[in-house]
């Protein structure tokens, strides 16, 4: 098994800490090999961001990404960066409210909006969470318990927000 994911958006949507915590998920919980790279623009909100993930139950000999099996657009900027690196076999998620995606674009496409979805959790901060939800329950790429234990480790200076991002979690495993 070897999944390469791009998480993509523009900065303040939590792209890095996904990122992050499924790079945890991986190789604390379950035993498996991951690697992260991201890049952001140097101002903190509003600019391209992106997380590149490898998680793999053998090494990673190379951790960029040519060609994702899995992408998550939360903004049309990043939609419209990688549409023409996207494999047949890609599973494009995206955010309805914030991206449309290219007519005859390859991949399959999954579209929901996360947004709006976060608001209702009552925290717009959780979308990259229930795309992560989703992500995990259509990929079944890490099981839940290993997802709950690294929220739980990357929030654990931010106990309050643990709860909604387990939350919105369940909520996008829902959604699978």
Not at 3 to 24: A, C, D, H, W
Not at 44 to 68: C, H, L, M, Q, W
């Amino acid at each position: 098994m070897k999944l390469k994911i791009v998480l993509s958006g523009v900065g303040g949507q939590g792209l890095i800490s996904t990122g992050e915590i499924i790079g945890e998920a991986a190789s604390i919980y379950e035993n498996a090999y991951a690697t992260l790279t991201s890049s952001y623009g140097s101002e903190t909100r509003g600019t391209f961001t992106k997380s590149d993930v490898i998680v793999s139950d053998a090494p990673i000999n190379y951790p960029n990404i040519e060609t994702p099996d899995v992408i998550l657009c939360l903004a049309q900027v990043a939609y419209d960066r990688y549409v023409n690196r996207l494999g047949e076999h890609t599973l494009v998620f995206y955010d309805t409210e914030q991206v449309t995606p290219s007519e005859g674009a390859k991949g399959t496409h999954i579209g929901y909006n996360f947004r709006e979805m976060s608001i209702e959790l009552g925290n717009p901060a959780v979308a990259n969470t229930i795309a992560l939800g989703l992500i995990a329950k259509k990929t079944s790429m890490l099981r839940r318990n290993s997802l709950v234990s690294a929220i739980q480790e990357y929030f654990s200076a931010k106990p309050k927000v643990i709860g909604v991002n387990i939350q919105a979690l369940d909520a996008g495993m829902a959604l699978g």
